[in-house]
């Protein structure tokens, strides 16, 4: 295989992983901007989509009933998580939201290691293993529809803010919480409506995801310090930034796998995004403040 089509293929990887970040990113903004934290239990999420999925399927649900219950169940949980700990105190400082969410998180995991065992496991692939020829090599089907879903999640998410009540008191909230409530709009339900779209979406990727990359328990903090990341990377509070800095992210990490040593990927990864950030603190997309 020649080393343009080896390109094609890392290229095509590292978009469609990039992608997966950015849709944590994405939920990690969403929340970000209703609140003003970051929830570290983001990647959980991711886990608890795949995870999920798998288990349904294994007991006899077809696919795409196995995909829409995960997605469903990991939404419960993310609403869950707001009444149960967010909201007992979230008149406290920021960092103690913080605090609860990186408890959320290894209380998810422990939960997920007692249910499912620490092993790996896979879903079937939605259209078959049988790659898609691409000059001398292939590519997964699986990592376009990888790449589809995330795309048509962003859109949807673009849309959900641009036309819908819902999505501009969200907005609103973010911008201005008194002024927000000044004007009858229910704080605590946008900031569960958010923690619930952030869930549904990295559900979503951990769902099309794990029949590409097998998911364990262990997978969640990954998922979310990726996602940090590539939210920083793009400008944190930046919807479409958060959906760049992900793509450049796996970007970054398919070539080095590929062209240098997958020991190295992610530190490089992190090397050019903190040049990044020395260069624009703001973030790629992100506003001087």
């Known amino acids: 295989m020649s080393l343009a089509d080896q390109l094609v293929q890392y290229v095509i990887a590292g978009l469609s992983g990039g992608l997966v970040y950015g849709l944590v990113a994405l939920g990690l903004t969403v ?9 570290f239990a983001q990647g959980e999420f991711v886990m608890l989509g795949g995870m999920s999925a798998v288990a349904l399927n294994a007991a006899g649900m077809p696919l795409w009933l196995s995909a829409v219950l995960a997605v469903a169940i990991v939404t419960a949980v993310g609403i869950g998580l707001v009444r149960l700990a967010i909201y007992p105190v979230r008149d406290r400082p920021a960092l103690s ?7 959320a998180s290894l209380v998810l995991q422990g939960g997920a290691k007692l249910l499912w065992g620490p092993d790996a496991v896979r879903l079937r692939s939605f259209s078959g293993d049988t790659p898609i ?7 997964e089907p699986q990592r376009l ?4 879903l995330a795309l048509l999640t962003v859109v949807a998410v673009h849309g959900f803010f641009t036309w819908t009540a819902h999505g501009k008191a969200m907005r609103a909230v973010s911008l201005n919480r008194a002024a927000a409530r000044l004007c009858g709009i229910n704080a605590d339900s946008v900031v569960a409506l958010a923690f619930g779209l952030s869930a549904a979406t990295a559900a ?9 990359e097998m998911m364990r328990c262990s997978q969640g903090t990954h998922y979310t310090l990726a996602g940090f990341l590539a939210a920083v990377v793009g400008g944190l509070g930046n919807g479409f930034g958060a959906v760049v800095g992900g793509l450049v992210l796996g970007l970054l990490e398919a070539l080095s796998k590929g ?3 997958s020991g ?4 490089i990864a992190l090397g050019v995004a903190l ?9 790629l997309l992100g506003r001087r403040r």
């Open 31 to 39: 929340i970000y901007n209703a609140t003003g934290v970051i929830n």
């Open 97 to 103: 939201v913080i605090i609860v969410t990186i408890g």
């Open 133 to 139: 020829r691409l000059g001398a090599g292939g590519i």
């Open 145 to 148: 529809w990888v790449a589809g």
């Open 204 to 212: 979503l990727a951990g769902v099309a995801l794990t029949p590409v």
């Open 259 to 261: 062209l240098i040593s």
């Open 264 to 267: 190295y990927a992610r530190a």
């Open 275 to 283: 040049l990044v950030l020395w260069l624009r603190p703001q973030g």
